[in-house]
């Protein structure tokens, strides 16, 4: 029983969306409803309740040497997108049921019969993955595959991936493969990838990291996601001097409000 | 589900129907369609980029509440603040009249409020759901233990100071109507308010940018409410309540003089499209409309004074409400913001 990770290497990804497949047969996930958005090859979009993985299609205005393409084709990266199990998690914070844990393998998970579909968890996600199901109001997200985890095995997403671009396994180690990957790609001429894994942010890292190529915000990746509860204090100093206002201004009203002032009215 | 396939077939094929009468509809009303990411042919191809995203789809969700959450908002304000101008004009021996009806607005409101907050949820149980854990780190864990407890305790000064009125005092209703006032009134407090803290601490932008003022705006526009409501019961001769409710009109017209005179991308949804319509008409009625009608029910007289002062407390009511739906919807707006997580806002300040 350890802590683990996901590293999902967009510079292996050929976006077959055996992950979304394996994902959804796996853990039983409804299907997408299909619309043609027009977005590369990618109609599904986002994360969300029936999308617990979600390859995305990043069309990029031709850059010679980008995917080997020819200079005039615009280039096509693929990355496969998952809830990024942070670490200081704003949904888990702002679950009011208790819903909401996490899992001795480090990943947050949401427990379905505890779930009252209150939805403050949508709100509360940086990286907008949680979301309601419309069907039954409670709220879907990855589950980090917290049963096959218990069983041993590797998540669904991560055994299916014909090329490894989805890798699984212990934090540090992960961590590890993550930065001799990147030093090979530098190494091979790939000057542009990047992991992304938001450790200086208030989310303080994840336990889904990626490596990506050029801005991270390409990828619909936040350069600061920001975990909601950094917003608590202010909120509550503004509530505790809102309260004292009101009770001050109220006693101030009625007390120099002298019409009524008969301290033996209310007891008749 | 006895043959999905066939189910499915008509309802896309109805839904197909009724999409392109939309279509029609929409290329009629401005002589062209245009659908986000849909381009005609031989348009260049949509691109993801640093500065546009992904496609310029939003990263983040939209609020997944329904109608009842901003009823809700407005509801409990006022129920709080009503609770606490009853139990405080009690306490210094207000008119008895003013004090029951305060109190009956508090208890309308914490019946009022659970029932639209299990109306959102679905069934009843999942209400009992958020009463297995008290979460100090979740604003919606202690807002909801603050609605049981003020409900309680405000239903019970209602029910006790009835059967008081009704069958003369005895101890127990005494105990009972005094400690469900003070309940009432030590949580109607924080209740009147938290709402603000409740959709400050989270990752929609126009929301928690507002974080340290929007529990004080809503607090004075719940204010501003149950003085409106009791001042519509017959208490507008009340002093108090008209100091009261000038105060909280005043406040209001401060805080949305402070929010136009903030320049940011990030309060766009306050001040363009429906939802700006909305925060701004409910900011100007509970604000400057109400508080000039309340200056002027001072120096005008009898008769004309009454109804300047009904028509503020119209305002400040109607006012609330706008308001709490017109922040709502601004953080739905807010949530279609691609642009606005994508920012390095706090990089650069750093």
């Known amino acids: 029983m350890s802590v683990t990770a996901f590293l999902t290497d967009s510079t292996l990804c ?40 979600h390859v995305k299609f990043v069309e990029q205005a031709p850059s010679p040497g980008v995917g080997g393409n020819a200079g005039a084709q615009a280039s096509w990266t693929f990355s496969s997108d998952v809830c990024k199990h942070c670490e200081e998690a704003g949904c888990l914070e702002a679950c009011p049921t208790g819903s909401i ?23 509360a996600c940086p990286f907008g993955v949680v979301e309601r199901n419309p ?65 200086e942010s208030s989310v303080r890292g994840t336990h889904a990291m990626f490596i990506v190529r050029g801005d991270p915000r390409t990828y619909n990746l936040p350069p600061a996601p920001e975990v909601p509860t950094t917003y608590m204090k202010k909120a509550w100093i503004s509530s505790a001097i809102a309260s004292g206002m009101l009770l001050g201004g109220t006693l101030l009203a009625f007390l120099s409000d002298g019409r009524h002032k008969n301290p033996r009215a209310r007891r008749r | 589900m006895s043959n999905p396939q066939v189910t499915s077939n008509a309802n896309t094929a109805a ?18 369609f245009e659908v986000i990411g849909k381009r005609p042919m031989g348009a260049p191809f949509p691109q993801a980029s640093p500065q546009n995203g992904y496609y310029q789809i939003p990263l983040l969700k939209e609020p997944p509440w329904t109608w009842e959450i901003p009823l809700y908002f407005f509801v409990g304000g006022a129920a709080g603040a009503a609770a606490v101008i009853g139990a405080i004009a009690d306490f210094t021996g207000g008119d008895r009249e003013l004090v029951r009806h305060a109190r009956w607005i508090a208890a309308a409101g914490s019946v009022l409020s659970p029932a639209l907050l299990i109306s959102d949820l679905g069934r009843p149980e999942r209400f009992l759901a958020m009463l297995r854990v008290f979460k100090p780190q979740s604003p919606m864990s202690v807002g909801v233990w603050t609605l049981v407890g003020f409900s309680t305790g405000a239903v019970a000064a209602a029910f006790a100071g009835h059967l ?79 100091a009261l409710g000038l105060g909280a009109a005043i406040f209001e017209t401060l805080e949305g003089a402070h929010l136009e005179s903030r320049g940011s991308a990030v309060l766009d949804p306050l001040k363009h499209g429906r939802s700006g319509w ?23 007289s009898g008769k004309r004074s009454r109804s300047l002062q009904r028509w503020a407390s119209r305002c400040s009511i109607i006012g609330s409400l706008v308001t709490r739906i017109g922040w709502i919807y601004a953080g739905h707006m807010s949530a279609r913001d691609w642009r606005l997580p994508l920012e390095r806002h706090d990089l650069e300040q750093a």
């Not at chain 2, 009625?285 to 309340?294: C, D, H, I, K, Y």
């Open chain 1, 135 to 199: 069907k039954d109001g409670r709220a879907f997200k990855c589950t980090f595959c917290y049963d096959r985890q218990k069983a041993g095995l590797t998540p669904a997403c991560a055994k299916a991936c014909p090329t490894e671009s989805i890798k699984f396994g212990e934090i540090d180690d992960i961590r590890q493969q993550a930065n001799s990957r990147l030093e090979e790609l530098h190494r091979r001429g790939v000057e542009d990838a990047a992991i992304y894994d938001p450790g």
């Open chain 1, 14 to 53: 050929i976006g077959c969306k055996a992950c979304e497949v394996a994902c959804k047969e796996w853990n039983g996930v409804g299907d997408d409803p299909l619309d043609w958005t027009g977005f590369s090859y990618d109609n599904t979009g986002a994360l969300g309740a029936s999308t617990w993985r």
């Open chain 2, 278 to 300: 909305l925060t701004r008409a409910g900011g100007a009625l509970a604000g400057p409309v109400s508080a000039g009608l309340r200056t002027a029910s001072y120096f005008g």
């Open chain 2, 15 to 32: 839904s197909r129907e009724r999409r392109l009468d939309e279509i029609r509809r929409g290329a009629e009303r401005q002589q062209q």
């Open chain 2, 164 to 242: 008081r009125d009704r069958y003369g005092a005895s101890l127990p209703l005494r105990v009972l109507e005094n400690a469900g006032q003070a309940a009432s009134l030590a949580l109607g407090l924080p209740f009147s308010n938290y709402t603000g803290v409740l959709i400050g601490a989270t990752t929609i932008p126009v929301w928690n940018r507002n974080a340290s003022t929007l529990p004080l705006h809503f607090g004075a526009s719940g204010l501003g409410a149950a003085v409106g409501i009791l001042e519509l019961m017959g208490h507008g001769k009340s002093r108090a309540l008209r």
């Open chain 1, 101 to 123: 844990v996490r899992t001795e393998f480090g990943g947050v998970f949401i427990q379905p019969d505890v779930c009252n579909g209150c939805g403050y968890c949508v709100t």
